[in-house]
């Protein structure tokens, strides 16, 4: 037993108010967690349960790992399909350098996503062992700040591709070629934003167990 619940202990049985002790606990230096607890313990037969948002360094890793990989992936993909359309749609002042250049970062990109997606999959996939063994719990902080960040970024981009595409469209310069590529990127935004959001709508159907004590 801890000096703290057996001073509160004590005093109770000399009468002293909860609140006084409490005051008393707290003007000496203790936290108003410590005393709160150490007042759950004494009073109550159960222990106060821990919030569900509450994360550690193990779901820290996970998630970042997670959407790090994610973000990779998309990127690789997007720069992948631009310039497939660049050697496709060939511009007539394109010299033989560039066209090189597009093959260069083609295979660049390929070999991104072959690292980098099936490690977004495998980082998934421990995500939801992690919370199946109840030492995670779904839609926790961490999951909760890097989703909300990730779908803002993703509205952001997509604003600023249809500013740009209507720009260019009031200009009379556009080409088919820009139209294609604002086209596939407006289309892949959308895709991940949808992707994501409807994983926000499984935190409150999957069952939330408390995580298992002593995991970081």
Known sequence: MSDLRKFIEFARERK?????????????????????????????????????DQGGSRETFFHLSAFACLYVSVTAFLVLLFNLIDLSLPD??????????????????VSALVVFFPLYSLFTWL????????KMVAGGAVERWLTFM?????VMTTLIDV??????LLEGEITSRFLLKASLLLAV??????????????WSLIPQTKPVAGKA
């Open 127 to 134: 995500i939801r062992k992690e919370i199946k063994s109840a």
């Open 92 to 109: 007539s002042t394109q010299n033989s350098w560039e066209g090189q250049a597009a093959k260069t970062t083609i295979r660049s990109s």
């Open 16 to 52: 002293i108010s909860d609140g006084m002790i409490r005051h008393l606990l707290i003007s000496n230096g203790w936290k108003d967690r410590e005393v709160c607890a150490e007042f759950a313990a004494v009073v109550l037969d159960v222990p106060i349960p821990e919030i569900r």
């Open 150 to 154: 990730t779908l803002f970024l993703i």
């Open 163 to 168: 500013s740009t595409l209507l720009f260019w």
């Open 189 to 202: 935004m959308l895709g991940v934003f949808f992707y994501i959001w409807r994983g926000t709508k499984k």
